[in-house]
């Protein structure tokens, strides 16, 4: 059984940074994508960010040159450096991998970032 536990996450104040990681444990051997979901109040999900197995990245375009996204698939660990936070970035943000083979997706329980003067 696959668990994702994201770590990190809390309150900056605007223009501050924080950085989110999360670490994937059971059968991980078939993960191809993973990343970074954020879901803020009244909003959709959106996809934040994402790795794949082979080292491409993707970024929404509202956080590109400001967040990093790193990590190793084939070890279930990804992580996500937030800088130049704004309070447009608060939300709650969420763990994701996606499996290429089994087709499976995953998600962790969720960590809020608040950016607030």
């Known amino acids: 059984q696959v668990q994702l536990v994201e770590s990190g996450g809390g309150l900056a104040q605007p223009g501050g940074s924080l950085r989110l990681s999360c670490s994937a444990s059971g059968s991980i051997s078939d993960f191809w994508v993973m990343g970074w979901y954020r879901q803020a109040p009244e909003k959709q999900r959106e996809l934040v960010a994402s790795l794949t197995r082979g080292g491409s990245k993707y970024y929404g375009d509202s956080v590109k040159g400001r967040f990093t996204i790193s990590g190793d698939n084939a070890k279930g660990t990804v992580s996500l450096q937030m800088d130049s936070l704004q309070p447009e970035d608060t939300a709650v943000y969420y763990c994701?991998?996606?499996?290429?083979?089994?087709?499976?997706?995953?998600w962790g329980r969720g960590t809020q970032v608040t950016v607030s003067s």
């Open positions: 994701n991998a996606n499996e290429r083979h089994r087709m499976q997706t995953f």
